[in-house]
């Protein structure tokens, strides 16, 4: 008797959204610029997405700890080359001589992280004022109040600002050295912790760094 094998090959179609569960991204370019004194603009392309859902961006000043600012949404699926922007506004640590670092983290539909992209921004917007600072700020760290002696008086009143190291003001005046190079700065109403002082004419800006007790 003969016998006579016959074998089956069974084909199945899988959509391609379904070969991939998780999210796969990759990454183009990542541009990094301040445009104006409260704007920077982020540009990023990705190269290949696959079930990406959006994209989440995040600050930090320390690129170790980052805050989420915002969220992008993705294109899904994509194997051609995709440019994304977007503007951060809310800018008050370009008041502050710090670095900026910022991350895009793309999420997968399913809420999973597929990978990121860090980067960071070197700003510049210290100019010299139109006098020297002879002792910077004392004393350092100060309890109720602080004094910043000039080496010369000034005709005009110079804008003094106190920031929290996030950018945040906490205290303003405007100080008069028209006829004392010294000036004495009250701070009893501010909190213990680490600050910057900020001093300003027009656009000339000098920054030093206080700590209260």
């Known amino acids: 008797m003969l016998f006579t094998r016959f074998s089956a090959v069974l084909i199945l179609y899988i959509p391609f959204t379904s070969i991939a569960q998780q999210a796969v991204v990759k990454w183009g370019d990542f541009f990094i610029q ?8 982020l540009k990023w392309t990705t190269q290949l997405e696959v079930n990406s859902n959006q994209f989440v961006v995040e600050r930090s000043i ?10 992008i949404k993705s294109s899904g699926n994509s194997l051609s080359r995709i440019s994304y922007s977007f503007i951060d506004n809310d800018t008050n640590l370009l008041k502050l001589p710090v670095k900026l670092f910022y991350k895009i983290s793309a999420i997968g539909m399913k809420g999973e992280t597929a990978n ?9 917007q210290l100019f010299s004022l139109p006098w020297n600072i002879e002792a910077p700020l004392y004393p350092n760290p100060f309890k109720s109040y ?11 009143p110079i804008k ?3 920031l ?44 030093l760094r206080a700590v209260k007790n």
């Not at 320390?62 to 969220?71: A, C, E, L, P, R």
């Not at 990121?116 to 510049?124: A, F, M, R």
């Open 34 to 41: 301040q445009k104006t004194d409260s704007a920077i603009l």
């Open 62 to 71: 320390d690129g170790n700890t980052f805050t989420k600012i915002d969220s």
């Open 116 to 124: 990121q992209l860090v980067g960071s921004l070197n700003h510049n």
């Open 146 to 156: 602080f004094r910043i002696k000039f080496t010369k008086t000034f005709p005009y």
């Open 160 to 162: 003094l600002s106190i």
């Open 164 to 207: 929290s190291l996030v950018g945040a003001i906490v205290q303003e005046e405007y100080i008069d050295i028209s006829q004392n190079s010294l000036t004495e700065v009250n701070t009893l109403n501010l909190p213990s912790g680490s600050y910057v002082i900020r001093l300003q004419y027009e656009n000339a800006v000098q920054f």
